[in-house]
């Protein structure tokens, strides 16, 4: 019998009591109470005992339930923290990769540039050495055409070639 069941029956053995005539007293077996006070103190060990291991268990279900939630916690931190990390490198990545981007746009600007003035200061050279040249032919055809005109009898040395 558990304890509250014990205190049950002996609380309706005294509501079934009688009564002493004018007093708010009652008659009772004294056996049958101290059988009831017996079966308390027999019954209170063991209660206490599952009282203790009723308290116990829930003390340890409750740390567990805690340790648990900590994990879960501690989980939820970790998965947080990868995810803001992953976002940092991705974000720094974007970062990176826009910045190589840019620098190549630029090296690439500048090469061009570099090209058209290399170009454009080969090109002025090469205009001036034909205009150097044009200069030159000229004055070549100039002079040709201010030399007079020699006779074929004479030879290219000026002497004159007789044939007698």
Not at 1 to 17: G, T
Not at 85 to 114: C, F
């Amino acid at each position: 019998m558990e304890i509250l069941s014990i205190i049950d029956l002996l609380e309706e053995k005294i509501e079934k009591a009688p009564n002493i005539p004018f007093t708010n007293k009652a008659i009772i077996n004294k056996e049958d109470l101290l059988q009831y006070i017996e079966d308390l103190r027999l019954k209170l060990p063991e209660d206490m005992k599952q009282a203790k291991w009723v308290k116990e268990e829930r003390k340890r279900i409750l740390a567990e339930a805690q340790k648990e939630a900590e994990e879960i916690i501690k989980n939820a931190e970790e998965k947080t923290n990868a995810l803001v990390n992953e976002h940092e490198i991705t974000k720094k990545a974007y970062n990176q990769a826009n910045e190589i981007i840019a620098q190549s746009q630029k090296k690439a600007r500048e090469l061009r540039l570099g090209a058209r003035q290399y170009a454009e200061q080969t090109l002025d050279e090469l205009d001036k050495r034909l205009v150097n040249l044009v200069n030159i032919i000229r004055q070549g055809k100039l002079e040709l055409r201010q030399e007079k005109p020699m006779d074929s009898s004479q030879g290219s040395d000026g002497s004159t070639d007789h044939k007698d």
